[in-house]
Nanobody
């Protein structure tokens, strides 16, 4: 079982930036891909971004494309999400997730392990 711990959330004004981190632990750590999802109050959890752990291919939701950047540090088993030009509609709890086997990166059911989430609040 992989343990995932997110950090870096907080309160920021519209137009500002935040960088989320997700530290993965557990032996052995094996992941095909990792992703970021978010869930706003009374809304379903939605895909934000994903990255293939080995090849580094990236995938983004249209709503964040050009503003968010997903990256990973294989040596540190850490996933990042750089969020720029934040908007009030980006306000949500952000979760990182790990996928052990192949699957569609945009759906929650493809992922085996989830972090506890970190709150991001963007004020207008």
């Amino acid at each position: 079982q992989v343990q995932l711990v997110e950090s870096g959330g907080g309160l920021v004004q519209a137009g500002g930036s935040l960088r989320l981190s997700c530290a993965a632990s557990g032996r052995p750590f094996s992941s095909v891909a990792m992703g970021w999802f978010r869930q706003a109050p009374e809304k379903e959890r939605e895909f934000v971004a994903a990255i293939n752990w080995i090849g580094g291919n990236t995938y983004y939701a249209d709503s964040v494309k050009g503003r968010f950047t997903i990256s990973r540090d294989n040596a540190k088993n850490t996933l990042y999400l750089q969020m720029n030009s934040l908007k009030p509609e980006d306000t949500a709890v952000y979760y990182c997730a790990s996928m052990r086997n192949g699957g569609r990166v945009v759906v929650t059911t493809s992922y085996d392990s989830w972090g506890q989430g970190t709150q991001v609040t963007v004020s207008s």
